[in-house]
């Protein structure tokens, strides 16, 4: 004898259907990292080489990554809300969700770096770089090591990234008292400076949303809330 589903059920068993799997959200997030990682590389080669032709892809591109951010965080809400997911996923979810919005604000970082590439002419600047390359390599890293952090699992990993990120901070300090100690006495190279430090700033805070991606990493190996380099017993889903 056939039943006919209510009306009201109808809806919720087809979003349930079209709510995608844990393994999906892996797969997606992966292609955001890559994307976000690949707009950081391209944009501080375009600001070392003034290339405003790379700088503007980087800012054309970055309309992909906070497509994926939509769609992952948007998917992951659906599994909230129809999944069951297992102890394990459910902690997955909670470190992508979090990791997905870092990736992101990571891009606008990396605009925000080939936006100043497009303002900056080098030959009127070089002379503030500084350790500006020691930052961006030592971003790059920090944000590379992150991912690998994360995606693979790895401890070791992760907890390079928080040893590295005061060294960064100090980085960015040190540039901030640079070009100011140039711009007091060579007051006409004022805006060039300006730049510089926008750059530098956007590489500390690459430097720290890595960072938050390796205390992630943390919380999806040993299930421990790591804040503020703080590794005390915060365990919330084992």
Do not use: Y
Not at 41 to 66: H, K, P, W, Y
């Amino acid at each position: 004898m056939e039943h006919d589903l209510p009306e009201a059920v109808i809806p919720v068993l087809t979003q349930a259907q079209q709510s995608p799997t844990p393994d999906q959200i892996l797969r997606d997030l992966k292609r955001m990292s890559d994307i976000a990682c690949d707009a950081v590389s391209r944009a501080t080669q375009a600001f070392f080489t003034t290339d405003g032709a790379l700088a503007t892809s980087v800012i054309e591109n970055d309309r992909a990554l906070n497509s994926f951010e939509i769609d992952v965080d948007a998917g992951i809400v659906k599994i909230f809300a129809f999944g069951s997911p297992t102890p394990g996923q459910l902690r997955f979810l909670l470190a992508a969700q979090t990791v997905c919005a870092h990736l992101e604000r990571i891009g606008d970082h990396a605009v925000n770096i080939a936006e100043a590439t497009l303002e900056f002419h080098g030959s009127e600047g070089n002379e503030f770089l500084g350790v500006l390359p020691d930052m961006s390599s030592a971003a790059l890293t920090m944000l590379g090591d992150s991912i690998i952090a994360f995606f693979d699992k790895d401890r070791e990993k992760a907890d390079l990234v928080l040893l590295a990120d005061d060294a960064l901070d100090n980085m960015n300090h040190a540039m901030s008292l640079h070009v100011k100690n140039i711009v007091l006495n060579q007051f006409e190279s004022f805006e060039a400076g300006m730049e510089i430090l926008r750059v530098s700033r956007n590489l500390e805070r690459i430097g720290d949303l890595a960072t938050n991606i390796a205390e992630e990493s943390i919380f999806l190996i040993t299930s421990h809330i790591v804040k503020h380099h703080d590794d005390r017993d915060t365990s919330v889903v084992s």
